[in-house]
Each structure stands twice: as structure tokens, then as C-alpha cells.
Nanobody
């Protein structure tokens, strides 16, 4: 089995920065794409950013220029550097991973990010 564990969430003032991490563990041969999603209260979960195994990235328009997704394949770890945070970025942030030889997408348990105005 595989586990994804997020960390790095917290409370920050508007304009501040946070760095989220997502560590994958278990029986892993390789990881294809990985991504960050978020869900605010009363809203649907939405894409924040994704990155392929070759480093190709994709961002939601709302975070372009402020957030940077990256991954360390040797450590099976995904990161999200979040700068210039806004109150509307407040949400639970989830990571996911599409792993080689597994037929399902794995999700972490989520980490809360709260941005105060």
C-alpha cells in the first residue's frame, strides 16, 4: 500500500508565504503525475497545480505567478511554495499521486491553510 502525508500548513497573514510538502511512502516503483488540490468550506475541491514525472507543470489561473509546484523524485516528495497568499487561498490542501503499476489515484489526508486579512 501507499500513503501520502502532507505537512506545512498553518495560519499566515495575507502577503505571507508557506511551503507545503507531501511525502509518499510504501511500495513505490515510480510516480507519474502528482498534484495539489484544495477545498474551501462549502466549495468543491479544485485543482491548484500538477507536475508530471518529467517536470511539466500546470497551474490554476488563480495561483499562477504566486505558487510553484516541484517534486523530488529521489525522495518521492512533492512541494508547493505559496507566496503572496490571499485570504481566498484559505482551504484544506490535498496532494495526490498517480503511481506506476497501481490502478487508483492516491490522496493525502489534507493540511489546513488559513490566510488572515
Amino acid at each position: 500500500q501507499v500513503q501520502l502525508v502532507e505537512s506545512g500548513g498553518g495560519l499566515v497573514q495575507a502577503g505571507g508565504s508557506l511551503r507545503l510538502s507531501c511525502a509518499a511512502s510504501g511500495t513505490i516503483v515510480s510516480i507519474n503525475s502528482m498534484g495539489w488540490y484544495r477545498q474551501a468550506p462549502g466549495k468543491q475541491r479544485e485543482l491548484v497545480a500538477t507536475v508530471t514525472s518529467r517536470g511539466r507543470t500546470n497551474y490554476a489561473d488563480s495561483v499562477k505567478g504566486r505558487f510553484t509546484i516541484s517534486r523530488d523524485n529521489a525522495k518521492n516528495t512533492l512541494y508547493l511554495q505559496m507566496n503572496s497568499l490571499k485570504p481566498e487561498d484559505t482551504a484544506v490542501y490535498y496532494c495526490n499521486a498517480d503511481l506506476e503499476y497501481y490502478t487508483r489515484i492516491y490522496w493525502g489526508q489534507g493540511t489546513q491553510v488559513t490566510v488572515s486579512s
